[in-house]
């Protein structure tokens, strides 16, 4: 009975042994080694390397982070209207308030510093340094820096040449940008020269043009590109005549606005020079002050807050009142018409 059994058993176990032989052949039975992740080792490596730390020399209290630029608590907006008027004609200027002038005055002042008798100028430029406040018509918002072209009503001479691209139909247009101060005007002929390289748009300045050739500039629009005349940048005008001499004698200035106070923002401006008459400097002033007014934020309060009249090489600077030439807030018309178009705006979004 017992040799039956064992034979039985035996014999199972062959059998199962002899089905199973190839599968067990594919078991693997030795130890198993992956490669280590990306940038193990390197991290192993790096732990061993030593790190030497240099040692900083002693610094002043008074020294210390003077190469970290940290932003003013002064505010640069100047009002000294609480400050009395000086009575003598030597004071020290911290306890008193500036004197303002009238633009012709303050034109004479400058005139007599630079004299042949003194500094010997008398062609100096007049410079006008007007100081703003570019809070936008939103709480909180800022406008940013922008740059403007005013024609103002007397030139006088300076350091630059301009050169402008004039576009037009018809022989009595060409004549009338060309007196005006184009460098060169014309019509289809001009397109046709441009397309073949003869002419670069590239010389000129600026490129004006009147809207009844604007359709025939579109095949060279890709020479332009952002130079393209449109009523945008003020370049597509029908007064051709005016829209020349404003870019030929006009001043451009560029309104800067503070990195670390972004309420405040200037712009210095050449305006005339000291052989001028006084009153036509002081009409270019308010030519230049009403430019500039056109550009202010829809909203309560200032814009322009200062306006100091400078001639280098003199240091002086002679406070004048803006207001006598523009509007210090404005109109209940104009609020009422901004915030009809900021509805009608939010209407439609």
């Known amino acids: 009975m017992a040799g039956t059994l064992f034979r039985s058993m035996f014999t199972n176990t062959l059998s199962f042994y002899k089905c199973n032989s190839s599968n067990l052949r594919s078991l693997h039975t030795a130890t198993v080694s992956y490669a280590a992740r990306k940038g193990t ?3 192993a490596r790096a732990k ?11 610094i002043p209290h008074n020294q210390r982070g003077k190469d970290k630029i940290s932003k003013s608590n002064v505010s640069k907006h100047l009002d000294d209207t609480f400050k009395p008027l000086a009575k003598d004609d030597v004071y020290p200027l911290k306890y008193y308030s500036w004197i303002v002038y009238t633009a012709e005055d303050a034109v004479k002042a400058h005139q007599q510093t630079h004299h042949p008798t003194m500094y010997n100028v008398p062609d100096a430029f007049v410079i006008a340094r007007v100081e703003m406040n570019m809070e ?5 918002r800022f406008m940013d820096s922008f740059t403007r072209l005013s024609l103002l009503p007397h030139t006088f001479p300076r350091d630059e040449e301009r050169t402008i691209l004039a576009f037009c139909k018809g022989s009595e247009l060409i004549k009338e940008a060309m007196d005006a101060g184009a460098t060169t005007a014309g019509g289809t002929d001009l397109i046709k020269k441009i397309q073949d390289g003869q002419i670069k748009i590239g010389d000129y300045d600026y490129v004006v043009a009147h809207p009844n050739i ?34 030929s004698g006009g001043v451009q200035y560029r309104v800067l606005k503070d990195e670390h106070q972004e309420n405040f923002g200037f712009v210095e401006v050449p305006i005339g020079r000291l052989n001028m008459e006084p009153k036509q400097v002081a009409e270019n002033i308010e030519a ?11 909203r309560d309060g200032l814009f322009i807050t200062r306006c100091l009249l400078l001639s280098p090489p003199s240091p002086e600077k002679l406070k004048i009142d803006p207001f006598v030439y523009v509007d210090k807030t404005l109109s209940k018309e104009v609020r009422e018409d901004s915030d009809d178009e900021g509805d009608a705006v939010a209407a439609t979004a």
């Not at 230049?288 to 829809?298: C, E, N, T, Y």
């Open 41 to 43: 080792r390197a991290k």
């Open 48 to 58: 061993k390397v030593k790190v030497e730390v240099t040692k900083v020399g002693f």
């Open 136 to 140: 936008a018509a939103k709480k909180n």
């Open 214 to 247: 604007i359709t025939e500039l579109v095949p060279i629009r890709g020479l332009m590109k952002r130079r393209f005349p449109n009523v945008r940048s003020g370049t597509l005008e029908p007064n051709l005549k005016d829209l020349v001499r404003k870019f």
């Open 288 to 298: 230049f002050l009403k430019d500039l007014q056109s550009a202010r934020p829809k």
